[in-house]
């Protein structure tokens, strides 16, 4: 039998047996009320005809009981009326009474016996008769009875049609409800999945096409989620595969995040891998009527999220979103990310003094300036220090208690923030594998020795096995520190320090970012011409030529610097006026911190006094957009821009630079890119500037745009190669197979501590 025919069948048995039911209900509640109506009207004038037939019975009245007998049955509802005496003869009766009823009956009988009102129910001939009887009392004794009369037929004739409604009325909704019903779960349901199924067909014999268009409704919201998920997964897989394909072809090694998985799942042995950062890869906020998930403006977040999605982990963080709180387990978890839970996040929590003082405080006005030639004096406070202290070892027992079922755990610990965190991990647990990566650039030791907590960083640094910095300049700097600092063997030939016995690798790690691979998406395939058109239109802006620069408000990305040096060019090329406009992509950061609010007010002023001298119209010299973007938003002003601006007065890396390479699949675009970042030791294509010498800056803008597309294409394919071929996937893979190679030994006492702790019966059982 068809399904179609099926599910009519069950439906049209359903609705009626519901129908009928329903009926049977109504009927029996519509005979209940009628008989309790019937039942309360004989009780009320039985008892009236008592009360006016009992003074004349104790006399023997007959003539004054006949009148009152005659008037009361009048009534339209009273059928007679009888009066018996003591032997149960009829003594007074109405002569509309059936003359078989001269004789007591039953009900009249036991109402007689028990003194008291009783009634029922008498056919009589073909007529059914309600009897409600009444004793009758001479002296204070009962002598005999009262029999009330009632016509009781109209209530099977009432529940007779009423059920006949009932039934009219089911067999309507059937044939009503029915069809309806069938349109409704063709077009809700069958038809959706009859599209489902094709396009999951066209998809597994490789044809590709665009998600189905489902109803407005959410009954299917979550297949369509999961299906459009299996779709770009399977997409996904696809390229992987064909790029894998195209790579052995060409006998290339190239990384990929399925050779990373693949990697580290060998190297791994099934572990989990544990990464530990103050930024989480995903906020909840609460919104003015919903809830939003965002993505965070970071470099570590955008270098870091490839690696955790290849290799299901542990992420660590802080829990700074205001709704974070509503979204995690009772063990403060979650899997993401929201839209394909592929790793864990357990959020750590801060209070607000706590993250005023370790982060706020100790890391951004003491750390970031110390480690940053930017001129902006590092501030160092007991109480921050105190508080930077706390908060390691409160991130170091959240990631104990993850890592406490797990053998020879591996940690990559992320940062700045977190400079005594491999010390406290290392000394509770020696079978760990532990990795600290520094972002940010490591200054000479005469610069570093400005910290007055100087020596206790290191040490916490060192108890980590492998310590990864983005250049070897940040090495070298690292390890005169190390000399400076602690009394340790620097072993400068393999750069590693022995200290106390344990030997802690120190090697550079240039990161990097993920390189789109595969078929273009729809967005991505856009020319730079239709997305510069869009854009322009969506900032209200005239503007031929776009600049773009992407960057946190912060005192070490050389904002204003560029600032200067658009003004520099329109005064000295006044061609370019009305017609180039740099988009600076400006997210707000650290603005509790009064210089970081102070230079948002600055960059701000700056936009706003240059744009007052030179803005015409719809055209301006620079547009500010002052809030987050997403990344998907940024690849947009990427692809649009002929020129992309890092004029970084200090930076580790600075992976936008990366980013904007690996946005311009089209091979055009120029970058110009500060010397003073990392990127710049790997990008040589790209134009090199010293972003202090505003006019080297603004002759190097007037270069990039008067580039011709020859040499634009030539630089772009070979920063794209290097940037393809040194991918965020080989970062990690490099990294993490050096420290997953690393000998670990420790000595037996540390074993025994380990084996006392709890969650560490795999230390015991290999005892």
């Known amino acids: 039998m068809p399904t179609t025919l099926k599910f009519t069948v069950l439906l049209v048995t359903s609705v009626a047996i519901a129908s009928l039911s329903f009926a049977v209900y109504q009927t ?362 706390a908060a390691n070892r409160r991130f170091a027992d959240a990631v104990l208690e993850e890592m406490a079922d797990t053998c020879s755990p591996v940690l990559l610990v992320q940062d700045y923030h977190f400079a005594l965190l491999p010390r406290l991990i290392k000394e509770a647990r020696p079978d760990a594998r532990v990795a600290i990566f520094w972002h940010i650039p490591w200054p000479n030791a005469e610069a570093f020795g400005i910290c007055p907590w100087s020596r206790e960083l290191v040490d916490g640094l060192l108890g980590a096995d492998l310590v990864g910095f983005h250049t070897q300049s940040h090495c070298n700097n690292f390890l005169e520190t190390v000399d400076r600092n602690i009394e340790a063997l620097t072993e400068w030939d393999r750069f590693a320090v022995n200290r106390l016995g344990h030997v802690t690798r120190v090697r550079p790690y240039p990161i990097s970012v993920a390189f789109p691979e595969g078929p273009m998406s729809l967005e991505r395939a856009r020319n730079s011409g239709a997305e510069h058109a869009a854009l322009c239109e969506e900032l209200g802006l005239d503007a031929p030529t776009l600049l773009v620069g992407v960057d946190r408000v912060d005192y070490t990305k050389g904002i204003l610097e560029r600032f200067r040096a658009i003004e520099r060019l329109l005064d000295e090329c006044p061609s370019f006026r009305e017609h180039v406009t740099l988009v600076q992509v400006g997210a707000p950061s650290r603005t509790q911190i009064d210089r970081y609010q102070q230079l948002f007010d600055e960059v701000a002023a700056e936009a706003g006094r240059i744009n007052a001298r030179f803005a015409t119209g719809r055209w301006r010299p620079i547009a500010l957009l002052n809030r987050h973007h997403s990344h998907e938003q940024i690849a947009r002003f990427f692809r649009a821009a002929t020129a992309c601006l890092v004029t970084s007065l200090h930076d580790g890396m600075n992976l936008v630079a990366k980013e904007f390479v690996a946005a311009r699949d089209d091979n055009h675009g120029v970058l110009i890119l500060s010397t003073f970042t990392g990127a710049a030791l790997e990008l040589t294509d790209a134009l090199l500037v010293n972003p202090y010498d505003i006019r080297q800056l603004a002759n190097a803008i007037r270069r990039a745009l008067e580039m011709p597309d020859e040499e634009q294409a030539a630089r772009m394919r070979r920063m794209r190669m290097h940037v393809r071929e040194h991918n965020v996937y080989r970062w990690a893979a490099t990294l993490l197979t050096d420290l997953v190679d690393l000998r670990v030994e420790h000595p037996e006492s540390s074993l025994l501590e380990i084996a006392q702790q709890p969650g560490s019966e795999h230390i015991r059982q290999a005892g």
């Open 28 to 389: 029996q509640r519509e005979r209940q009320a009628l008989q309790a109506d019937l039942l309360s009207r004989a009780e009320s004038l039985a008892t009236s005809l008592q009360e006016a037939i009992e003074p004349s019975f104790e006399h023997g009245a007959d003539s004054a009981i006949n009148r009152l007998l005659g008037r009361f049955a009048r009534r339209d509802d009273v059928k007679g009326i009888a009066i018996y005496d003591a032997a149960g003869v009829a003594v007074n009766i109405t002569p509309s009474l059936d003359t078989a009823l001269a004789l007591r009956p039953v009900p009249v009988t036991n109402a007689t016996k028990a003194d008291a009102g009783v009634g029922a129910y008498l056919p009589v001939g073909p007529v059914l008769l309600y009897v409600y009887g009444l004793p009758l009392h001479r002296g204070g004794r009962v002598a005999g009875s009262l029999g009330l009369f009632l016509d009781a037929d109209y209530i099977e004739a009432r529940v007779s049609r009423t059920l006949r409604d009932s039934l009219v009325n089911a067999g309507v909704q059937v044939l009503l409800t029915v069809p309806l019903v069938l349109l409704l779960v063709r077009w809700n349901f069958t038809d959706p999945l009859t599209r489902v199924t094709e396009w999951l067909h066209t998809l597994r014999t490789g044809q590709p096409d665009e998600p189905p268009a489902l109803p407005p409704t959410g009954a299917f919201d979550g297949l369509h989620q999961e299906v459009t998920h299996l779709a770009k997964d399977l997409g996904a897989a696809r390229a992987s595969a064909e790029s894998e394909a195209r790579l052995r072809e060409s006998q290339v090694s190239r990384w990929t995040s399925e050779r990373l998985r693949v990697s580290l799942r060998n190297k791994l042995q099934g572990r989990p891998l544990f990464i530990v950062s103050n930024r989480e890869p995903y906020e909840h906020m609460y919104g003015e009527h919903t809830t939003n998930v965002i993505v965070p403006a970071s470099g570590v977040v955008t270098a870091l999220e490839p690696v955790l999605l290849a290799c299901d982990g542990t992420w660590i963080a802080h829990g700074a979103g205001t709704a974070d709180r509503a979204f995690v387990d009772e063990h403060s978890r979650l899997r993401v990310p929201p839209e394909h839970p592929s790793y864990t996040l357990r959020r750590v929590w801060l209070t607000a003094a706590e993250e005023n003082g370790y982060y706020y405080g100790f890391s951004n006005e003491g750390l970031w300036p110390l480690c940053h030639i930017a001129h902006t004096r590092p501030i160092f406070r007991p109480d921050d220090w105190a508080l930077y202290q």
